[in-house]
């Protein structure tokens, strides 16, 4: 059998691996895709969105409940509208809202591999994939409606493609075909888009990470010139007029409340504190903890990439190259970049590392590679595949239970349904004694529901949705309204009011 395989092109190998780890990916992430309530609310949110999207044709600016912008670019919404429109779907379901996050994690599995064969041998780009199967992370995020995939694909190709594009020094990889100029070009209007990309997955941030990672590697690496080279007019002119063209339609269109949520409290707000602070240190335990074993071998790798003495052993290794260096430097630099610029951030989430994983599994694949060199190599690279290979299986079977304990027996939820059938689609419909209405009750509802302010006695005929323990302080008030159904229990119970005739 080894025989056989030897016998088969390593091109015709490579496109194997590719193809069968993708499938393993599409596989991680469809699988029982829809079987999960959307239960949490900023998977809700991003629901709502695509309803306008989907069900209205508010492609450029969807209001969720008639009345809040968006809170991110709109390139995930507007794939999940065209997930929507190959399947000839008109309802957003719980899949739907998925599969645009299924895809580019899918995707995104391919475009790690295909990488890996640039630069480790095919062992190695198979460890790389299938370390990026094995994150709990990466796979759990992959199976949730938001725009942190999407950002964590064009990320990856930028990274990647700036890597593909970077040409030789004269004494680097004699025996290696250099790019010809008609290569470089494309590479160069890939890098281009990719980041224009990632400033329409979720703004500003989806280019200032790669490019501060880029910028750290040249001046690190004493790249001057390819730093200037990187952009040409017509590159540059790309990255700019795609990455702006969706705020600029705002400016033109005079959605000023769209640019002010976007720039204003989901970029500068969330960084600077308006939206909550957290501890510097809170990142510690994501780190290290959030897809072991892989999360704790990460910074070893890191250490590894970023070490002098691992650089120059690498150098003299038969059949490696600088190129191999120069690639889990920058990654190891991207690694660095991210995490210190959210731990400064005054606000943060677990999800802003997922971009580190694409490039982070190459990493760890190559920093394995180089440890199967010495004593014991085959049982350490043998022994990571069994490893990590036990988790995608675990993966498979784990998230998506996971996801669907987390919403059974939901009380938002039941009272959606059951709103539903008390209330027809024509009748008046309202909410009472919230900030904003519940995401999740809005999604399944799949209607405008207005908010109400000042005395609950002024509501006007209709149905009136209200939190039970707001309604325990304010039922005196008014006399008129009579409650129909309540779902849930306790003080976070929703109650259905009814004013004036018997509707429906």
Known sequence: MTNRLARIPIRARGCVAVAGLTLIALVLT????????????????????????????????????????????????????????????????PAILRAPSALYASAGVALTVGFALTM??????????VVLLSSYQYVSEGRIGRVDMTLTFFESLALFSFLWWLPKKASEDPVAPARTNA?????????????????????????????????????????????????????ALLAIGLASSWYLACVFGRRYGFLNRQIGSENFGRFFGSLGEMAPTYYLKPILLNSVPASLLAPFAVIAALSNRQQTAELTRAGSSRRAVSSVKLFAIFWLVTVAFFSIAAYKRRAYLLPLWPPTAVLIAW????????????????????????????????????????????PVLEAAVLIKRAVA??????????????????????????????????????????????????????????????????PHGLILLRRGKLYG
């Open 183 to 235: 290569q470089r070009t494309e590479l160069r209007y890939l890098f281009a888009a990719a980041l224009a990309l990632a400033v329409l997955a979720k703004g500003p941030v989806g280019a200032m990470l790669p490019l501060l990672a880029i910028a750290v590697f040249c001046v690190g690496q004493k790249r001057w010139k390819n730093a200037q080279q990187l952009f040409s007019p017509g590159s």
């Open 367 to 410: 920093w394995i590679g180089r440890l199967a060199e010495r004593r014991w190599g085959r049982v350490i690279r043998n022994g990571a595949f069994i490893v990590f290979g036990a988790l995608i299986i675990f993966n498979l079977f784990y998230i998506p239970s996971k996801q669907m304990r987390e919403c059974v027996n939901d």
């Open 120 to 129: 480790l041998d095919l062992p190695g780009a198979v460890l790389a994939g």
């Open 30 to 93: 469809f699988y029982r895709l829809g079987a999960a309530g959307v239960c949490g609310a900023n998977e809700a949110i991003e629901g709502l969105f695509v309803q306008q999207m989907v069900e209205n044709g508010e492609l450029l600016f969807p209001l969720a409940n008639g009345a809040d912008p968006m809170y991110k670019p709109p390139l995930f919404h507007w794939t999940a509208t065209a997930v929507s429109d190959a399947l000839g779907m008109h309802l957003v379901t």
């Open 425 to 490: 689609p024509d009748e008046p419909l309202f909410i009472y004694g919230v900030d904003q209405g519940p995401p999740s009750l809005l999604f399944y509802l799949d209607r405008q529901v207005p908010l109400l302010h000042g005395n609950l006695d002024d509501a006007p005929p209709g149905y009136v949705i209200i939190p039970a323990d707001v309604w325990l302080r304010h039922r005196k008030e008014a006399p008129e309204l009579e409650p129909v159904l309540t779902a849930g229990s306790g």
